[in-house]
């Protein structure tokens, strides 16, 4: 005798949503990391969860410096200008300028297309291994 069954597609909404729950989890742990550590542990932690976007930086944009990816990380994480002259320890009219020296190099007509740019370089994979304790 079945007391419970559990369809395919429950056990399919159970893993999106864990997915789900599970990547924003990271996500916040990446904006923890830009806030309160190290330039070099922000970015190893945001390549290990996000190696398709870094790649395609480093590799359809050669002449980007470990400063721009660093930039184009905060970006893709959706931090705004003045949260990104704070992490960076710049100001608002330095950090509106790389902005703006971003978006030209990369043929981008509005701010916006630049974080919708972000948003969906390298979107295919979430890697979610979690190596860093957020308290």
Same mark, same amino acid.
């Given at each position: 005798?079945?007391?419970?069954?559990?369809? &395919?597609? &429950? @056990?399919?909404?159970l893993a999106i949503n864990e997915d789900n729950f599970?990547?924003?989890?990271? @996500?916040?742990? $990446?904006?923890?990391? %830009?806030?309160? *550590?190290?330039?070099?542990?922000?970015?190893?932690?945001?390549?290990?969860?996000?190696?398709?976007?870094?790649?395609?930086?480093?590799? /359809?944009?050669? &002449?980007?410096?470990?400063?721009?990816?660093?930039?184009?990380?905060?970006?893709?994480? /959706?931090?705004?200008?003045?949260?990104?002259?704070?992490?960076?320890?710049?100001?608002?009219? %330095?950090?509106? *300028? =790389?902005?703006?020296?971003? =978006?030209? =190099?990369?043929?981008?007509?509005?701010?916006? &297309? @630049?974080?919708?740019?972000?948003?969906? $370089? /390298?979107?295919?994979?979430?890697?979610? =291994? *979690?190596?860093?304790?957020?308290?």
């Amino acid at each position: 005798m079945i007391i419970y069954s559990t369809t &395919d597609k &429950d @056990l399919n909404t159970l893993a999106i949503n864990e997915d789900n729950f599970l990547i924003k989890i990271r @996500l916040m742990e $990446l904006r923890h990391l %830009a806030l309160n *550590s190290s330039n070099s542990l922000f970015i190893f932690e945001f390549i290990n969860t996000f190696p398709e976007f870094a790649t395609a930086i480093r590799t /359809g944009f050669a &002449d980007f410096n470990s400063m721009d990816l660093k930039f184009c990380a905060l970006l893709k994480l /959706g931090f705004s200008t003045v949260e990104i002259a704070s992490i960076t320890n710049s100001s608002m009219r %330095a950090a509106e *300028s =790389r902005k703006y020296r971003i =978006r030209k =190099r990369l043929g981008l007509e509005t701010p916006s &297309d @630049l974080y919708e740019f972000m948003e969906t $370089l /390298g979107q295919d994979t979430v890697h979610i =291994r *979690s190596s860093v304790n957020v308290a």
